[in-house]
């Protein structure tokens, strides 16, 4: 059990075993949370920065629109308390998790009648998939459980509730002897991982699923494409069909907590090599020096913590 110290809770902080809600909750019941998984990382020069503050900030607010839940703070001050968070943990390098739920007052599926509150947590954490995944790559399946389908959950909301589906993708693999499932949308196609974006390489150029592929909008996914185009690499959004995963030359996940896995198989078929590939530990020694702070051109995707 992890000890995340003090979490911001509704506006103020609160020890880790006194941050508790009602069991009669919207949200347990329901679902009805938004999230966000951030990265904290420890600087070159021995400062602390979090990873795309903004932009994960930006992405919940979203999330909370989609589920009309209004969030009772303002961006400015949603940002600050992350920040506070941090600091009064004193957290060199980590994983910050906020979330925006829907509390108790009565229950039943309309959840507009339950106060919308809000905690933010933060504690140290490595490697999602594990040191070695990051550099021999991990054993992957597709899995029976598809995505939904577009016009039932909305895939762009990180939301609390659509990770049940994230759940069985994740257990299957587990169970069958994989480390991470992979999910095809509605129509068959590629979609994403239980809690990852995926890459394809193919004759050098990287190809990843569009978001209607009912996928989110990664940030690291979208750190991914610039870095790779600053790379002169070529990015294409494309409708992918299961049987490419079977025929690239490498294959990797995204995620903020994934980073930057490579697949060394899928299906127990051999991807490659079998090992990480040369693009992909290219894309990860960029993508590491952005979060370390050695890659000046992206200073602005890192909030230091003072």
């Known amino acids: 059990m992890i000890n995340t110290g003090k979490i911001w809770f ?3 902080f609160k020890e880790h075993d006194d941050a508790k809600v009602h069991v009669l909750s919207h949200v347990l019941h329901y679902g009805s949370g938004c999230f966000e998984g951030i990265r904290l990382y420890k600087l070159k020069n021995g400062k602390t920065a979090i990873f795309r503050l903004e932009e994960h900030i930006d992405r919940l607010y979203d999330s909370c629109k989609i589920y009309r839940m209004e969030v009772p703070y303002s961006k400015e001050e949603f940002l600050k308390a992350v920040v506070d968070t941090v600091k009064v943990n004193n957290l060199k390098s980590g994983y910050i998790r906020p979330l925006v739920f829907r509390g108790y007052n009565q229950l039943g599926v309309n959840p507009a009648v339950c106060p ?7 504690w140290e954490w490595g490697a999602y998939l594990g040191e070695d995944g990051l550099e021999n790559g991990i054993k992957v399946c597709v899995s029976s459980w598809r995505r939904p389908a577009p016009n039932t959950l909305p895939a762009l909301a990180k939301a609390s509730g659509n990770y049940l589906s994230s759940q069985l993708i994740k257990m299957e693999a587990l ?40 996928s989110l909008a990664g940030i690291t996914r979208d750190a991914v494409i610039k870095l790779a185009r600053d790379l002169n690499l070529v990015v294409k959004f494309e409708t992918l069909p299961r049987e490419f995963l079977y025929l690239a030359d490498e294959i990797f996940l995204t995620g903020t ?10 299906d127990n078929i051999k991807v490659g090599n079998g090992s990480r590939g040369n693009i992909t530990k290219l894309i990860q020694d960029e993508f590491f020096k952005v979060v370390t702070g050695e890659n000046k051109k992206y200073t602005d995707w890192l909030t230091t913590v003072e």
């Open 175 to 214: 169970e069958n002897g994989f480390e991470e499932g992979l999910a095809l949308d509605y129509f068959g196609n590629i979609s994403e991982g239980s809690g990852e974006n995926i890459f394809l390489v193919k004759n050098g150029e990287l190809l990843t699923p569009p978001v209607a592929s009912s």
């Open 116 to 122: 919308v509150e809000a905690i933010i947590a933060a």
């Open 257 to 266: 907590a994934a980073e930057i896995t490579p697949v060394s198989s899928v």
């Open 10 to 12: 509704n506006g103020e």
